[in-house]
């Protein structure tokens, strides 16, 4: 295989994984913390759809980054308040979630926009001007035109070049892997790499860390220590819920130019069994998210792919990331063993 073509694999497969991470480690911190969540996918639809919307209405893709985070953390709340006020069954109260993020966002989309239920496409241009104008001709009243303009002329994440991209770009294969590899991915891509250490630092290096996964191990010990196990749940799923919305916002923002029906395709659903794959570990989760993102990104790089005398057809190489990812599930990463008080309400002797 050619290198370009190897780097362009890589790189794709980079950008593919990066809302799997987000929601990947999104599901980590709630679970850990023994509230399973069904609902990643919800979130980060719901999340992809504010972010959408916010970005066209008003020009501004960190308005719409904000929004898309407020977005998630709601239906956070709401399952949070499910499952810990109410000890409500969690896994019920993450499909009820992902069902109504499903027919919410196509209802409002379609109210809105009227483009069945999507957004205008995120690019600067005639129809995107039109639909700013309102927001415009608002800011104007008060900022002048050059303030005006500067705000709303950027309703999708750019691409960032490191420094020396270019200059080393020359040089043979550390060159074109630090400019096309590394360098040129938007901000929420370096983002998504920075939480794994940090998840990692949080979970296993501070008090907060500690506690969270004691809670998803014995809450009633933590209970007994005098450290409020309701809280601690409801941090965790909030957390999970900022998370949720940073991936949904990169999936209309910056991988895609806007938002369509069903647009995460159940990435959110992925993210869980990477989770499992992981084994509830924030670096092991980077490496599973990254091999679906590679699986994912051959399936699209060779849509119609033919071995000696047997063509595949473009559905089967569709379906192949999901395949796969089965498989590896079911026979390869050994016994994951979850939180022992995942899933199970706390309540409280006395």
């Given at each position: 295989m050619d290198f370009n073509i190897i780097l362009q694999i890589l790189e794709s497969a980079i950008r593919l994984s990066t809302p799997l991470l987000l929601a990947c480690l999104a599901?980590?911190?709630?679970?850990?913390?023994?509230?399973f969540d069904i609902g990643l996918e919800g979130k980060m639809l719901m999340a992809a759809f504010a972010s959408a919307t916010v970005a066209a209405l008003t020009g501004n893709v960190w308005l719409g980054l904000i929004?898309?985070?407020?977005?998630?953390?709601?239906?956070?709340?709401?399952?949070?308040?499910?499952?810990?006020?109410?000890?409500?069954?969690?896994?019920?109260?993450?499909?009820?979630?992902?069902?109504?993020?499903?027919?919410?966002?196509?209802?409002?989309?379609?109210?809105?926009?009227?483009l069945g239920g999507r957004t205008p496409s995120l690019s600067v241009g005639a129809e995107l001007d039109a639909i700013t104008q309102p927001f415009r001709d608002f800011l104007g009243r008060f900022l002048g035109p050059d303030t005006v303009k500067a705000l709303t002329s950027y309703p999708r994440m750019t691409e960032i070049t490191l420094p020396g991209a270019d200059a080393l770009a020359p040089l043979p294969i550390i060159?074109?892997?630090?400019?096309?590899?590394?360098?040129?991915?938007s901000i929420l891509v370096y983002f998504a790499v920075l939480c794994v250490p940090l998840t990692w630092w949080i979970l296993y290096r501070t008090r907060f860390g500690l506690r969270l996964r004691a809670v998803g191990e014995n809450p009633a010990s933590?209970?007994?220590?005098?450290?409020?196990?309701?809280?601690?749940?409801?941090?965790?799923?909030?957390?999970?819920?900022?998370?949720?919305?940073?991936?949904?916002?990169?999936?209309?923002?910056?991988?895609?130019?806007?938002?369509?029906k069903d647009m995460t395709a159940e990435r959110g659903y992925i993210a869980l069994a990477a989770l499992i794959f992981a084994k509830w570990r924030p670096w092991y989760a980077m490496g599973a998210t990254f091999l679906f993102g590679i699986l994912t990104a051959i399936a699209n790089y060779y849509p119609?792919?033919?071995?000696?005398p047997i063509s595949l057809p473009a559905q089967f190489m569709q379906a192949l990331p999901y395949i796969l990812t089965v498989i590896i599930l079911a026979?390869?990463?050994?016994?994951?063993?979850?939180?022992?008080?995942?899933?199970?309400p706390y309540v409280k002797e006395r």
């Open positions: 599901g980590l911190f709630s679970e850990r913390a023994g509230i929004a898309g985070i407020l977005s998630s953390v709601l239906l956070a709340a709401l399952h949070g308040v499910t499952s810990i006020t109410f000890r409500g069954n969690q896994l019920i109260s993450g499909v009820a979630i992902n069902f109504l993020a499903s027919g919410l966002t196509v209802l409002l989309g379609q109210k809105l926009f009227h060159g074109p892997i630090y400019r096309d590899l590394i360098s040129g991915h933590v209970d007994t220590a005098g450290v409020s196990v309701t809280r601690l749940r409801f941090a965790a799923v909030l957390i999970c819920g900022v998370l949720c919305g940073f991936a949904g916002a990169y999936l209309s923002t910056a991988l895609s130019a806007g938002f369509v119609n792919l033919t071995i000696g026979g390869f990463i050994g016994r994951a063993i979850p939180p022992r008080a995942g899933g199970e």
